[in-house]
Each structure stands twice: as C-alpha cells, then as structure tokens.
C-alpha cells in the first residue's frame, strides 16, 4: 500500500522567512513524487517533480530515499505563495499515472 | 491549462436524490479520474478510467458510479446522494506518464 503524509495541516510564515513543507511517504516500489498548489478556490497546478528536479517560483525538493521524504523548501516566501500544497506520489498501472494525496498543508505568508 | 470542463460548477440537492457531475476533456487523452477534495482528507480517488468503457474503482468509491461512453467524457454518478457527499469533486486527465491535469472543480453541497 502506498500512504503520503504531510504532518502540518497549518504552517504560517512571515515574508522573506524560509518555508519548508514536510512530506514522508510509504511505498514499496521506486517512487514518483509530485507537489501540487492549489490557490483558493482554483484547480490543482503541478508545481513540481522529483525527476525533473528543477525549481519553479524558488521551490525545490529533493527526494530523500532513506528517510522517504519529499520535502518542499523556499528560501524567501513571498505573500503570493499563500496556497494549499499537496505531496502526492504516482501508483503505476492500468491507471496511468494514479496519485495518492497527502492531507494537504495550507501555507500563510503573512506581510 | 489542460482542456478539461467539469459541469455543473456548484450544485445544492436533496438527499436521496441521483447526480451526475460531467468531465470533459479536448486533449484526446487516455486515463480519467474523478477525485474528491475534503479538509484534512487532501484528495481521494473515487474512480477512474483507462479507456472507453474501462473503468475501476479508487479508495472511496462506494455510493458512486461511473461511465465511459466516449474518450472525452467522464461521468461521475451519485445514485442516492447523502450528506457526507458533500464535497468539491475534481476531474483530472492524464496522457503522457506521470502528466495529471486537473479540472477546475465542482461543488456539491447535499442537504
């Protein structure tokens, strides 16, 4: 069974402070990890990958294998990075590219 | 953004009532998946597709039924539907391995 946990529901930050989203994983195979960003009330957008491992609007994560975690980082928020941030890893199969979602952490960056 | 339509955006129905939330795709891709969104749940998979009249069960499929009648169309059916399917439902569509676009989300409250 697969399982993405991210433990806080809630991180609140002030501007131009570092942000760092935690999410551990279970998974028995070799795992494809993703963060997404939901901005209120709008769709889900793929903010990034493991294996494409680039940064997008100053946001990196590294996958760490031998503590399955996928934590997402920020050096400087910015008040327009207020969103919900989902971990989701990727079960292949018949379902393509199937994703199981962490409970979703919702980042503040307060002025 | 991907093209993907969800219909009806918002909808308020009684329990007990049937109702079907339409996904709609322009992107001629294979896999579709219906999703539910709720606090501290993060996104759970209802059903999915994996092509014209293939389809499987996700997580949390019971009270739900699906169809796949056409490669653009994803059909997402409460036969009865209860309070606790209240919820903001989410389409998503995938081609390429590990690619997932998402829907802009429809709101269903059930009273």
């Known amino acids: 069974a697969q399982r993405v946990t991210q433990p806080e529901k809630l991180l609140s930050v002030f501007k131009g402070a570092p942000v760092e989203l935690k999410c551990n994983y279970s998974?028995?195979?070799?795992?494809?990890l993703f963060w997404y960003v939901q901005y209120s009330r709008q769709r889900l957008q793929l903010l990034l990958r493991?294996?494409s491992r680039e940064s997008i609007k100053g946001f990196t994560a590294d996958l760490n294998k031998g503590e399955t975690s996928f934590h997402l980082k920020k050096p400087f928020a910015q008040e327009e990075d207020s969103a919900m941030y989902y971990c989701?890893?990727?079960?292949?199969?018949?379902?393509?590219?199937?994703?199981?979602f962490g409970g979703g952490t919702r980042l503040m960056v307060k002025p | 953004d991907a093209g993907i339509t969800q219909s009806p955006r918002h909808k308020v129905t009684e329990t007990g009532t049937p109702v079907t939330l339409r996904c709609h795709q322009t992107?001629?891709?294979?896999?579709m998946y219906w999703y539910r969104q709720d606090p501290g749940h993060g996104l759970r998979l209802i059903h999915y597709?994996?092509?014209?009249?293939?389809?499987d069960k996700g997580e949390v499929s019971d009270g739900y039924s699906v169809s796949r009648s056409k490669t653009e169309d994803f059909l997402l059916t409460l036969e009865s539907a209860t309070s606790s399917q209240t919820s903001v439902y989410f389409c998503?569509?995938?081609?390429?391995?590990?690619?997932?676009?998402f829907g802009e989300g429809s709101w269903l409250t059930v009273v």
């Open positions: 998503a569509i995938s081609g390429q391995i590990n690619t997932i676009y």
């Open positions: 998974y028995s195979g070799s795992p494809e």
């Open positions: 493991h294996i």
């Open positions: 989701a890893l990727s079960g292949l199969g018949n379902a393509g590219n199937m994703l199981t």
């Open positions: 992107e001629n891709h294979r896999y």
């Open positions: 597709s994996y092509g014209v009249k293939d389809t």
